[in-house]
């Protein structure tokens, strides 16, 4: 069975500006979620999805937006960067479970 | 407040011997306990996951123990390589509705050569 994969891997990207990252998870796992990754801070949970809906959220700005498709493809979008975002951005996925598996994540930079 | 409390925050040790990390939670109602292995820059892969009546689960030269009294678990790895210098987190997971993960901060083992 694939695992969980995250595209772009890296990203560099202007202060203001907007980004959109994707994660696919494991086929058949309907539960996806998000966190961001700081040397200082450890993970943070943004948000999970659940068949489209989103099901729980952390405490991050209305800038963080994310979504989730009908394959259980989830989006995750920053708007507006501020240099604080740059981070690494992990995708996890679940079966609805206690399980969490996670994706190799996406290297955001922004300068 | 749900926390989990990761120590030493880092840690360095010569290749060949053993060494044990430590996390210690409030988590309440816990579920499990996971402990991850993250390479820099790459995503977490779990190692173990122990529930509430298991105490001890190995993986290789890995050895998770838990002790849901004391609210206490360690990682004791044996033997060390090189290729065990990265992050270790242990994450709590308490069901509330659905269920939620607290994460440590982790530790960072560096294996000197």
């Known amino acids: 069975k694939a695992g969980v994969t995250q595209t772009p891997r890296y990203l560099i990207k202007t202060r203001g500006q907007q980004v959109t990252l994707s994660c696919s998870p494991i086929s058949g796992h309907r539960s996806v979620s998000w966190y961001q990754q700081t040397p200082g801070q450890g993970l943070q949970f943004l948000f999970e999805y659940f068949s489209e809906t989103q099901r729980n959220k952390g405490n991050f700005p209305g800038r963080f937006s994310g979504r989730q498709f009908s394959n259980s493809r989830s989006e995750m979008n920053v708007s507006t960067l501020e240099l604080g975002d740059s981070a690494l951005y992990l995708c996890?996925?679940?079966?609805?479970?206690?399980?969490?598996?996670f994706g190799p994540g996406t290297r955001l930079t922004v300068t | 407040k749900n926390q989990v409390e990761q120590s030493p925050q880092s840690l360095i040790i010569l290749e060949g011997k053993n060494c044990t990390l430590q996390?210690?939670?409030?988590?309440?109602?816990?579920?499990?306990l996971r402990w991850y292995k993250q390479d820099t820059g790459r995503g977490p892969v779990s190692l173990t996951i122990?529930?509430?009546?298991?105490n001890t689960k190995s993986n290789g030269r890995y050895t998770a123990t838990l002790d849901a009294d004391t609210k206490q678990s360690s990682l004791h790895i044996t033997a060390s390589q090189l290729s065990d210098s990265a992050s270790y987190i242990c994450v709590v997971s308490f069901l509330s509705g659905t269920y939620k993960y607290i994460f440590g901060t982790g530790t960072r083992l560096k294996v000197l050569a």
């Open positions: 996890a996925s679940s079966p609805q479970s206690y399980e969490q598996y």
């Open positions: 996390c210690n939670y409030t988590v309440s109602p816990f579920s499990n």
């Open positions: 122990m529930t509430f009546s298991e």
